[in-house]
């Protein structure tokens, strides 16, 4: 995060809507804000029909009454700009204004994000109320910052209405420029799809067996992040054009959005919304599962984006909409903890999401800080410690640097091509979770790197090791660049189905894994999706064996150096290799034929040589390690997420920021407890 | 029921469809089913084209026919009104009368219930129909009585035509009378809904992530209701504008529709469809499940419309259409069982449908007494010896009052705020089926009861037990009326999640359980809902365990006298409360903080001291005990829902009604045998 | 097969897209296809944007090139036309041409088959360009056959746009002339469905409940049988008026379509699309799952519609589009044992598809032969043997018969109508598949016969056990001839549910079996669905004890030569009649009151002593025996489907006529091998 905030600590704050409540209350409830210790508000980010009831005309009182009191108790104030919910008014009189699924049916008033972003009408009325509204607060020393819209492709995002379709073959005409290229790039000879006018083109419309032109929705994708995009951007614009005291950024981390593009050319910074309890329901029966831990790599993937980050909306109770989403209670600890893990990742700014539940509407169960009932109860007294603690340490860790060494490469046209690819798209998850959980268990922090085209090897070279799961679209660009990370001393792993594709999503006519064969030094003599069909082949990794999932690539070494370090133990390529380590110039590079999992990502961990920190902590598994250094010294976050105590050990002597006491040796945490240490 | 059957004695008939076979065969069929011992034929509900085949064209010669023959063997007639099924002429002439999807897909000929209710195209045909066949009939003896249409709100009991729309927004508009107050009851200031015209307003309509505003959708239920009521009384008042001598009904009992109200303003007697065969899939693995005795809990649902009641299809074979609802034929002696199942229950009059299986349409599978081949089988046999029974018991137990001092509390409110809130909706139900699960196996007759605002003390009074599960939707009127209710002596329980929203669906700012704290003396300190994520809390109930399941609240007493008589035995609340008692004046209130299963109710039911009948009876979990009296004399029926015999004791002396041996002591009842026993 | 191919032996071949590959690619591709010994070239099934670019413009220079380089190497070149896959300007311009979902989904240019066969525009277009090529090639000697459109009913087999209704209304007229005719046939008079008008007609649209009139759905079935029929016979008579010196066929077999009818009105011989690897699913459960040798049902069925075939798309790899039917890679000798699978069963011709896997398009899964890289490989090495092997052998095969004493009975309208119809249409797949299961490893050869209500009894005559499982239509007329084919000494077996209906799919009023009770000398007292509700009950057959599933007829012997060889064991049918046995003349006929499986199957046919080649071979059930006669020898292909070796018994000596060598006594197959031995 760069210096917008023009803050020296990690501040709190929470989202207050005032025109959910009788204005009797709002006095009492912004001086209890500013009795827990928050300093930010956040609020008005849905409510455009408070200040243009009726189209053209604007009205401010209300807010402007609510932000009189902000400033009384010295709050700051963020406003949302409210397109992601239109006025009944405004989508009833220009209905093209909304989505529309794929098979025509529109979405109309009566929940959110149900606009498309391409109509001009929609456009037109956001860029006027937006153009209203910072206009009116512009010099409102109150008024910090702006969130742009709500959560960008929550919900939904896939838009097919009119404008879309229409907006989409603009793009692909600028694009392609003639219809050949884009025949080309689609490869329309296949079933006769040839394009003969721009008019003949659409987004992806029904069709027999729900099966699309792979190629056409890969750039579908592209399309709607760039629409997304551009609509945020059209709003920055406007911003910034009238003032620049207050910052611009938005909030949410969804689907067919490039975030990495937009918080470098939009956003001030990036703001996140962090529910570890949507782990609520148990999607993971292997080995260790992540739980609310998996919220560590959502924060990871966010400090992808920009570095430090905002937390817009922090759990504060458990959430859930009316008919959707029920989680459980957050159990005593767990609020604490979870504020301590997005500071651990890269939050200098930490806004609880709510601070009173809502009674009515959707998200009646989305509790806040405070019931229904407004009366003291155990949330609210977890996060007055909280505050209290952060208010305590916060500015030794606002703006360090989280710490780390290894880094797991992922990048958008796979992600997006491998949606629709039932062929290697889901091996990418799971094969980033498998990573991940083995990073975390191991206590070895990790980066995300979003790799693109015009990335630079300096980027890369800062980490040791880089993973990169299921790279099916490998480009001659991107091989050469990882090439010469290796070559400087890099250590790379691929796993199955790498380099196989094109940008297009197209296949390259060559031996696998395509234009990283030379570096790793194998190609792929046969391969095999494993569909449950026959059982499983086992394999034999680094002496240890293991179960197959997915897929099975049976590798062929191609050059002398190539150290086979697994072989496959059955099926009709018994014996074959599976796993194989090649050294070139410093670096090593190997290559994964199958899918990883939890235990194969841990072995080799442990082949890589992964900085583990073992030499400072004895820890267990249950607990996260994060490391943060600032001018120089490094801050160790140790975060248990068990419900039971921890047993752990310091070798070292340092300072326990909370109690300012030394500590080393034997250490209990307690269940869903934080230290936070530094080196002495 | 009312005296409008002019019997004394219970009546069976059956259904039967002269225009489904050829002429020559209905004399034959009329002698029969005369021979059967039936009175009562019931016809014409789906026939609008045979009485008017063209637009404004009526015919009645094929009914008049066939009524002049069941005249002849002295058989009572009972006409639907055939607007369940519009003509194809008018149908296609006019397409707006019909049904259409909330995703706009219109419902057109070719199966039944494919209107809706709020056209006025479809009023007119409607009126014209009933009018003329009432002019026509209101003078024939043998026609006795009248079913409008024929199961409202079957199949389907959402609506969104453009009539409905329209109707909505008129609803709206007399309900609210102002937007503000429309904005109020919906919440709409939440995620910017407000409304400013009242043309924005309809029925909910497809949102993303098919999430509607929960206050919204609840007037939408309470709205299909009203359309449904008041198509009905539509054809009620032309009937008795016409003739006062011939009754007027409607039958079934399906979702969205008040049938208490129903009953009440517009009905002589309600009328159900009863098929326990509908229990052919396993839906309750739990222990001792209720499968054809669920039918019990309906029955004692429709008793709670009006009191006795008929039954105007029983079935007589197994049930099912060509591609749904696929039912085992029943066992020998299960529809004899069924019949006095139902004349347990309150059934007055019973007609078996159908005379004869359909040989052509949707319902080929949908058995009637007769098969296709119309020769000799044992149903026939077994209702034939049923109707010598009913001949001889009946006129002991017709007009007789099903005699219960425990009561279950429903309400429409919470059943359809219910339906789309999962945060405690399907509680109602589990609980419900839990607890008349537990009065029967343990042989205590129980009534339903449907509480409203206007209800008065008295109704309730009569019970010495009321249980109200999880009543989320409880005004002050309602609370203040329980308390009235426990302080004159009444014994309640409730169950988690009572008291906490109002009768739009919004919540209250107060502590749970709302109004009714003071009654049941405690608070809810915190609370979780339980959804598989982790493993769900032990409860100690009455030195008793169980596993909870749903939802915990920890219950915190407020007031001297409250007994806790269950704690929570593990989670981060081990220790706390989950089960309170509290005496308030000589009644008694319980609070259960989780929801219900068979073995909490149980054990509960036996600390109420319910009333069980073990000075009369010693019987098995597989018998029903349902007790009657007229005039002052006590009926006992004795039902074995198993295969297998059961061995009973009597412990007093009484009169077996069906052989008129007096009996007592030991008794075997075998496989679905019925005992009908009358105090000496 | 008829004479059209002018071969003298079984010739291979392959499906190559010149579009889809750089033009320098070409010829190379063609010498490797006539280096792999491969005759044959398939192509431009769905060119129709390359030979008509612009509406209404032709061209074929593309073509034209390619196929004169194939003749340059001596291949022979089969056209498709390309009507599968309309051009975008086509459906763009013309979007009544599109297939329409039942409730009104537009299928859009995309995909494929999105075209519907009753737009006249459509068949318009569709004879402009058929008349074009085959105008075009009519005299180029190296085209040698016509495919006409690709995959007729493939992924998509419902029609619901404006021209399908439209054409249905004019089918029904023309089938039933009155109104009167068709509301009879129809059912109409149940629920008040009765048509008034012939514009009220309609194919099934959307209903509540999505249930239809069951006889229009089975009318619906026919008429889109009939459609699909009428395009290929309009493009057949085009390509027949203009050339004899072409052979026309088409390819697949799917849903909704008579075959048998099609192949004999409109094809000189019918060809098939084989990919036992959609096996990949374990749909099979049950003891000894069919796996890739259900294909060999597949090709038997085949082999039903008129004799020996072709295989226009043989399994060359693994298949799968990119986001559906994944499968695995077949195994080292799968290939191979394929091929041999569909020569054993009729096929004269085999072309491979494709030559190389597409790099391009939803199919990029659907392997060639050759990979994506043109690199060497195992499939191109097996599939050269496999062809060198063939042309050793494919002499002595081609033209043989394959032959069977015994048969499965199937037909259409059954099939039909037991779609929709859940009381039996499922266990007429479920039977039928246990029936080819038993007789797979009894190693008897059975063919499938389609039977018609103008089947001579020759047909059947000459089959010494039929095997009519669920016949559920049954006519007078069928009965007739089933009769005259026992009484004439043959043995038949039916299941339950025989019977009852009549050809629209209404029950007759008959006590079940209808027609032809007489025949099996029983009647059904009465009868039950099995639903999982209860136990399923066992049955005692023939001494052996199996539980039955999904229906139980509890059978009356009605004449004093019915042997019962099964009952009931336990429901409250216990000890009655499952199974009877009646001579005939010198004939049998069997009735079982229940659905068959492997068990019941295997040991009736045990009793029915069905010739299982004992004599002459003891093999192990992962073999299959086809028997193959041609000039009065018999051929054997014993096809080892197993992974593992199989060790068998020769009783008398035989030619290896793949190495020509005399064998006998013990003989290992190695996994997926097969022998081809001849009679000596």
Known sequence: MKDFLNESTIQLGVCYYPEHWPEEMWEEDFRRIKDMGFLYVRMAEFAWSIFEPIEGTFEFDLFDRAIQLAKKYDLKVIIGTPTATPPAWLTDKY???????????????????????????????????????VEHYKSNSTVVGWQIDNEINCEMNVFYSNADHDSFRQWVKNKYQTLEGLNDAWGTVFWNQTYTDWKQIYLTRPTVTHSYNPHQLLDEKRFISDSAISFVQMQANIIRSITDKQWVTTNGMFGHLDNHRMTKEVLDFYAYDSYPNFNKVIEDKSMMPLHDRKWSMNLSTVRSFGGNFAIFEQQAGPGGWVNRLEQ??????????????????????????????????????????????????????????????IHK????????????????????????DGEEDNWYGHFIKESKEAWFKAFQYHHIPVDFVNITQEMS????????????????????????????????????????????KDLTGQTYMKAFPGYIKDLVGVTVEEYTLLNGWQENPDVNLLNKQFKTTGFNEVLQPEVENVEVMGTYLNAHYEGKPALTKRSVSTGTAYYYGSVFNYQTASILLEDMEATNYQHLFILTPDIELAVRKKDGVSIYLLLNY??????????????????????????????????????K
């Open 328 to 389: 459980p209670t957050p159990r005593p600890g767990q609020l604490r903890l979870w504020t301590y893990q997005s500071i651990a990742h890269g939050a200098d700014l930490v806004l609880y999401f709510r601070w009173r539940t809502a009674t009515k509407g959707s998200e009646i169960y989305w509790h806040g800080i405070n019931d229904y009932h407004n009366l003291p109860n155990r949330r609210i007294t977890e996060l007055k410690q909280t505050s209290e603690e």
């Open 457 to 500: 090897l300096e980027t890369l070279a800062k980490y040791r090791i880089l993973v990169y799961p299921h790279p099916a679209i490998l480009t001659e660009t991107t091989a050469h660049l990882l090439t010469r990370y290796v070559e400087q001393g890099g250590t790379i792993i691929f796993g199955a189905r790498t380099g196989y």
């Open 95 to 133: 209905p093209e204004v909304l989505n529309v699924s794929r098979e025509g049916v529109r979405y109309n008033h009566g929940s959110r994000r149900h606009y498309n972003y391409n109509s001009e009408i929609y456009r037109t009325f956001s860029k006027r109320i937006v153009l209203e509204m």
């Open 393 to 416: 340490i916060g500015n030794t860790i606002f703006h360090s640097e989280y710490i780390s060494d290894a880094a797991i490469l992922t990048d958008y046209p796979n992600e997006w």
């Open 642 to 679: 068990s419900y039971q105590s921890q047993h752990i050990q310091l070798k070292a002597e340092m300072e326990n920021l909370l109690d300012n006491q030394t500590c080393s040796g034997s250490i209990t945490l307690t269940g869903y407890d934080v230290l936070v240490l530094k080196e």
